[in-house]
């Protein structure tokens, strides 16, 4: 009997381009895929303060430094992923210096912790969010033990959800604050 050669076949859905190759796998990029980065970038604006940069420039200083070589692209890695991380990355560099612009405190740190007018105003977003979720005794549960400093392993123990069950908790508190234009961020 004669030995057939076979070539491996390579099952990807997305073939990563040359590294510095950045503007064709733009081009190349699916409406899906450019409606996915808008997404992103919408959803990374809304964490900034008022002042901000937009989603579409965000998006756009994203692409434009991948573009440029200020940012550069990972073998292996793909594309949307990238940028993601890139408008991440952006977003993170921007609060680091509008606090340094604007004399804010560090977000882990505890200054003024102790300010009343704080104390009352976090006790009424919580106030808030727990009304917003008085029917969802999961969601309540979970928000619950993440405001006592809980780790995702230990909230899942104590509650007695299975892992799929506590990302889609996650994945439900979080798009009914974001529909309520409630924002809040967790450990």
């Not at 990807?12 to 040359?18: E, F, G, N, T, Y």
């Not at 733009?26 to 809304?46: K, N």
């Not at 799929?164 to 234009?181: A, F, P, S, W």
Request: glycine share 6%.
């Amino acid at each position: 009997m004669a030995e057939a050669s076979q070539q491996p076949k390579v099952w990807s859905l997305h073939v990563v381009p040359p590294r510095r190759d950045v503007g064709a796998a733009l081009a190349a990029l699916s409406e899906q895929d450019l409606l996915r980065l808008r997404a992103i970038a919408r959803l990374r604006a809304r964490s900034l303060p008022d002042d901000g940069m937009s989603w579409s420039d965000l998006l756009h200083e994203a692409v434009l430094r991948a573009l440029a070589g200020a940012r550069p692209w990972p073998a292996g890695v793909p594309l949307l992923a990238f940028l993601a991380g890139v408008m991440r990355s952006l977003c993170d560099e921007y609060w680091r210096r509008h606090r340094r612009q604007h004399d804010l405190p560090a977000p882990h740190d505890r200054g003024g912790a102790d300010d009343p007018e704080r104390a009352c105003a976090a006790a009424e977003a919580l106030a808030a969010i727990q009304r917003l979720f008085a029917s969802d005794n999961a969601a309540l549960k979970v928000i619950t033990a993440l405001t006592s400093g809980m780790a995702a392993e230990d909230i899942r123990r104590q509650c007695g959800l299975t892992e799929v069950e506590y990302d889609t908790t996650r994945r439900r508190i979080r798009r009914t604050m974001l529909r309520h234009g409630l924002t809040w961020s967790w450990p």
